[in-house]
């Protein structure tokens, strides 16, 4: 399944890789004769499918997984996570919680990641470690953390952290201001400003909550898109994450803009937040990724779990059976994420020329059986579990579901230590 170009499928084909790069897809039966002397791994019964693009998360989280469950989201916020994060966050936390992630992704088919959490270097360097590609939060919020001291703060330090590391080709950098009731005009400015100098994405929560709506009404007298409107945030560089409360023209708006949406299915659900709007963004145009949010308002980093609820709300809000079909969902995942942060000249398809972002899934299980429609099955049927083979940049890190990286081995016993230290915030 390539994704690209969309609805295809193709079968018994053969994809050749060199240097971590896609070079040709062909029939299996020419690639031996047309490629001499590859290693070669045939993998009958499978499905290939670009790696998953998971375009919304907060990895270090997992280690907060489970903490305070079944909250409305300010609720959740303000009495829950934030006073844990300000006593535990450190790089320490956010390195454990980060690869802890990258372990459970990667099993399920996630060559990438779009991290927004506080000291991004310490996610960066887990993310190294795992071999995975990610997109790196360069974070702002006006409230101080252990990790910076205000706005400029944050930015001075993600921005250091971007000229450090701007060079290693499976770390990309998008602008991460936290949301619009947490973030200044003053410092959306200076975001807008610097994202069209730097030329990078915008990743925020937006239009989220109906609270968040009524709140930037009283405080800034528009609902908050109107607001990044007039301060210059609208175009194909922002990220707009959740966008379950728009109205036909904000649709529009985001459409007209070329700006992207992330789909955050399962976290909106737990959370009471809303049904987005998505038969009526994809059919206005707007590009539509998926993401999982974080664990600890998820509570799975789960792909497949994300794609499957994403066509379903989306066939139950629209009142229409074809709404968010297979295909269309499989795209949001791959090449629909890809495309919001800004790479999908190298990953979200299968494509010559493209990193090798692969993930295999055995479609053998009874479970799957019998298989119509592969793309079907893919979305309404498979699982996680059924993730058998992924690679990055062509190098191989799960094989026959077992993870071969050595940065992610231990990981039970840090998350045993972590689950010690927030016990009581837990139990409170």
């Given at each position: 399944?390539?994704?690209?170009p969309?609805g295809?499928?193709l079968e018994d084909q053969?994809?050749?890789?060199?240097?971590g790069?896609?070079e040709a897809?062909l029939?299996?039966?020419?690639?031996a004769?047309a490629?001499?002397?590859?290693?070669?791994?045939?993998?009958?019964g499978h499905?290939l499918?670009p790696g998953?693009?998971?375009?919304h998360?907060?990895?270090a989280?997992?280690l907060?997984?489970?903490?305070?469950?079944?909250?409305?989201l300010?609720?959740?916020?303000?009495?829950?996570?934030?006073?844990?994060?300000?006593?535990?966050v450190s790089?320490?936390?956010?390195?454990d919680?980060?690869?802890?992630?990258?372990?459970e992704m990667?099993?399920?088919?996630?060559?990438?990641f779009?991290?927004?959490?506080?000291?991004p270097?310490a996610?960066?360097?887990?993310a190294?470690?795992?071999r995975?590609?990610s997109?790196?939060?360069?974070?702002?919020?006006?409230?101080?953390?252990?990790?910076?001291?205000?706005a400029?703060?944050?930015?001075r330090?993600?921005l250091?952290?971007?000229?450090?590391w701007r060079?290693?080709p499976?770390?990309?950098?998008?602008?991460a201001?936290?949301?619009p009731?947490t973030v200044s005009?003053?410092?959306?400015?200076?975001?807008?400003?610097?994202?069209?100098?730097l030329?990078?994405?915008?990743?925020?929560?937006?239009h989220e909550t109906?609270?968040e709506?009524?709140r930037?009404?009283?405080e800034?007298g528009?609902?908050?898109?109107?607001r990044?409107?007039?301060?210059?945030?609208?175009?194909?560089?922002?990220?707009?994450?959740?966008?379950v409360?728009?109205?036909?023209?904000?649709?529009?708006l985001?459409a007209r803009?070329?700006?992207?949406?992330?789909?955050?299915?399962?976290?909106?659900l737990k959370?009471?937040?809303?049904?987005?709007?998505?038969?009526?963004?994809v059919?206005k145009?707007v590009?539509?990724?998926?993401?999982?949010?974080?664990?600890?308002?998820n509570?799975?980093?789960?792909?497949?779990?994300e794609m499957r609820t994403?066509?379903?709300?989306?066939?139950a809000?629209?009142?229409?059976?074809?709404?968010?079909p297979?295909?269309?969902?499989?795209?949001?995942?791959t090449l629909g994420g890809a495309?919001?942060?800004?790479?999908e000249?190298?990953?979200g398809?299968?494509?010559?020329?493209?990193?090798?972002d692969l993930?295999?899934i055995?479609?053998?299980?009874?479970?799957?059986?019998?298989c119509?429609?592969?793309?079907?099955h893919?979305?309404y049927?498979?699982?996680?579990?059924?993730?058998?083979?992924?690679?990055?940049a062509?190098e191989?890190l799960?094989?026959?579901?077992?993870?071969?990286?050595p940065?992610?081995?231990?990981?039970?016993?840090?998350?045993?230590?972590?689950?010690?230290?927030?016990?009581?915030?837990?139990d409170?």
């Amino acid at each position: 399944m390539p994704v690209e170009p969309a609805g295809a499928v193709l079968e018994d084909q053969a994809v050749a890789v060199r240097d971590g790069l896609i070079e040709a897809v062909l029939p299996a039966e020419q690639a031996a004769a047309a490629y001499p002397g590859y290693e070669t791994l045939e993998l009958p019964g499978h499905a290939l499918i670009p790696g998953l693009v998971n375009a919304h998360t907060h990895a270090a989280m997992s280690l907060m997984r489970g903490l305070s469950d079944d909250l409305p989201l300010m609720l959740w916020l303000q009495e829950h996570i934030w006073p844990a994060e300000a006593r535990h966050v450190s790089p320490e936390f956010v390195r454990d919680g980060t690869l802890l992630a990258c372990a459970e992704m990667l099993r399920g088919g996630v060559t990438c990641f779009n991290d927004m959490y506080f000291f991004p270097e310490a996610s960066l360097e887990a993310a190294l470690g795992a071999r995975m590609r990610s997109a790196q939060g360069i974070i702002a919020i006006e409230f101080p953390s252990a990790y910076a001291s205000d706005a400029e703060d944050y930015l001075r330090r993600g921005l250091a952290i971007r000229d450090r590391w701007r060079d290693e080709p499976l770390v990309s950098f998008c602008f991460a201001p936290h949301a619009p009731y947490t973030v200044s005009d003053a410092t959306f400015r200076r975001i807008a400003a610097l994202a069209a100098e730097l030329d990078l994405q915008v990743h925020v929560h937006l239009h989220e909550t109906a609270e968040e709506l009524e709140r930037s009404l009283a405080e800034h007298g528009a609902r908050p898109l109107e607001r990044l409107r007039r301060l210059g945030l609208l175009g194909p560089s922002l990220i707009a994450v959740h966008a379950v409360h728009l109205d036909e023209a904000e649709i529009e708006l985001l459409a007209r803009h070329g700006c992207s949406v992330v789909h955050c299915p399962s976290s909106n659900l737990k959370l009471a937040s809303g049904f987005a709007p998505v038969d009526a963004l994809v059919k206005k145009g707007v590009n539509l990724a998926l993401g999982t949010d974080g664990a600890a308002s998820n509570n799975r980093l789960d792909m497949f779990q994300e794609m499957r609820t994403a066509a379903l709300l989306a066939k139950a809000v629209a009142g229409d059976a074809q709404a968010l079909p297979a295909h269309a969902a499989l795209r949001a995942a791959t090449l629909g994420g890809a495309r919001a942060l800004g790479i999908e000249r190298i990953a979200g398809s299968i494509v010559p020329g493209k990193s090798a972002d692969l993930a295999a899934i055995d479609m053998r299980a009874p479970e799957l059986a019998p298989c119509y429609d592969v793309v079907s099955h893919l979305v309404y049927a498979a699982g996680r579990e059924n993730v058998s083979h992924v690679w990055v940049a062509g190098e191989l890190l799960l094989q026959e579901r077992e993870l071969l990286v050595p940065a992610l081995r231990g990981l039970d016993t840090r998350g045993q230590l972590w689950q010690n230290a927030l016990r009581n915030l837990a139990d409170s």
